[in-house]
C-alpha cells in the first residue's frame, strides 16, 4: 500500500540537552526485559520474554524491587503489554526462541490481569494458533472490546475481541512487513503499538520507521499508512522498537519517545513540525525495547520510564536488562 511521507519531520536531528538518566531497578542476568506499562498508583508492570513471571516496581521509593504479580502457566515469557480499562491490562504470553525472536506455533495466548482486585485476577483469554510472535499490544482507540496486536513476523495487525475471545487479522501490508527472517534488526517488522484518536501508532524495526495507520470501531484499515519518521534520519545506526506516547487524540499533534536499539531514546514530534530529538547514553540505555510515561505525581508524569533488553558478556550471559528514568 502507498504510503504518504512527512518529508518536513524526518530531515534531521539534534541531541537533548540537559537531560538526566538514573537507574532504577536491573534484573538477575539472562533476564531480557521486553515491555512496560504504568499503572495509575505509578507502579510499573514489566514483562520479560525469558521467565513467565509479571514483575511489579514501585519507582517512587528510594530503592525499588521487583516483586512477582503473577508467574503464568505454559510459557516460558511475555512480551506485550497494555492497559484495556482502569487497572485492567491485557498481555500476551508464549514459549519463546529469543534467538530467533519468535514463538512457538500455538504457543501465544492472551491474558487479561485485573488490579481492582486482591490479589490481583488474572483471567485467560484465548490463544492465538496461527502466529509466531505477537510484540507490541494496545487497546483499541475507540472500542475497549478490541484488543489490536503487532505480528512482527507476517506484517499483520491482529484483532483480539476480550468479550467473545475471539482472534482475526484486522489487516496486512508490506508496510508492516521484515525484510528479513533472521538478522537482528531485519527479523521484526511492525513492532511497538500503540493508539490514539483513530489511529495506530507503530514502529517497523526492520524498514526502520514510526507510521500511523487509521482503523474503523472494528479494527479495520481505513486509508493508507503514513510514515512520520524515519529512524535513520535521527542516526545512521538507531533502531526503533516500542513507543510512549503523548499525541492529543483530536488534533493529532504531539510527541512520542521511542526506544530505541542499541543505546537511544529518541523524541519524534507528530503532526508538528522540528527535527527528532537524541538521547544516548552507552552506560545506561542498553538495547532499550520499551518506554513509558510515569503517571500520578507532577514529578512522575514528567519521568519518562525506558526498558533495557541488556547486553551480553564475552561468555553470552545476558546482563544489565532493566529499568532506567529520564526526567523529561
Request: proline share 5%; net charge neutral; hydrophobic share 45%.
Amino acid at each position: 500500500m502507498k504510503a504518504s511521507l512527512f518529508l518536513g519531520l524526518i530531515a534531521s536531528a539534534h541531541a537533548a540537552l540537559g537531560t538526566t538518566i538514573r537507574n532504577v531497578y536491573t534484573f538477575p542476568k539472562n533476564t531480557f526485559i521486553e515491555n512496560i506499562a504504568v499503572r495509575a498508583n505509578s507502579k510499573l508492570l514489566i514483562t520479560s520474554m525469558s521467565v513467565p513471571d509479571l514483575f511489579s516496581i514501585d519507582p517512587t521509593v528510594s530503592v525499588p524491587t521487583a516483586s512477582i504479580v503473577h508467574t503464568f502457566p505454559n510459557c516460558t515469557g511475555i512480551s506485550g503489554i497494555a492497559e484495556i480499562t482502569p487497572d485492567l491490562f491485557a498481555l500476551v504470553t508464549g514459549t519463546w526462541d529469543l534467538a530467533n525472536t519468535r514463538a512457538a506455533l500455538g504457543s501465544l495466548a492472551i491474558w487479561t490481569v485485573d488490579f481492582s482486585q486482591s490479589p490481583p485476577f488474572p483471567k485467560f483469554i484465548t490463544t492465538v494458533a496461527s502466529s509466531t510472535i505477537l510484540n507490541g499490544i494496545a487497546r483499541h482507540p475507540t472500542n475497549p472490546f478490541l484488543l489490536m496486536a503487532a505480528d512482527s513476523a507476517a506484517g499483520r495487525v491482529w484483532r483480539i475481541n476480550l468479550l467473545t475471545r475471539s482472534s482475526s487479522v484486522a489487516f496486512s501490508s508490506p508496510l508492516l512487513e521484515p525484510t528479513g527472517t533472521a538478522m537482528e534488526g531485519l527479523h521484526l517488522g511492525i513492532n511497538g503499538l500503540k493508539a490514539e484518536g483513530a489511529y495506530l501508532y507503530f514502529t517497523n524495526s526492520a524498514q526502520k520507521f514510526f507510521g500511523k495507520v487509521a482503523v474503523d470501531f472494528f479494527g479495520n484499515q481505513v486509508g493508507s499508512i503514513q510514515v512520520i519518521s524515519s529512524s535513520t534520519a535521527a542516526a545512521a545506526d538507531v533502531v526503533y522498537d516500542d513507543i510512549a506516547l503523548d499525541v492529543n487524540a483530536i488534533t493529532g499533534k504531539g510527541y512520542a519517545w521511542i526506544a530505541s536499539h542499541p543505546d537511544y531514546a529518541v523524541k519524534v514530534p507528530v503532526g508538528l513540525p522540528g527535527a527528532q530529538t537524541l538521547v544516548q547514553n552507552a552506560t545506561l540505555l542498553l538495547n532499550p525495547t520499551s518506554a513509558a510515561f510515569g503517571r500520578g505525581s507532577v514529578k512522575e508524569r514528567k519521568t519518562l520510564y525506558v526498558t533495557n533488553g541488556g547486553q551480553f558478556t564475552p561468555e553470552f550471559e545476558l546482563i544489565n536488562g532493566g529499568v532506567v528514568a529520564l526526567s523529561l
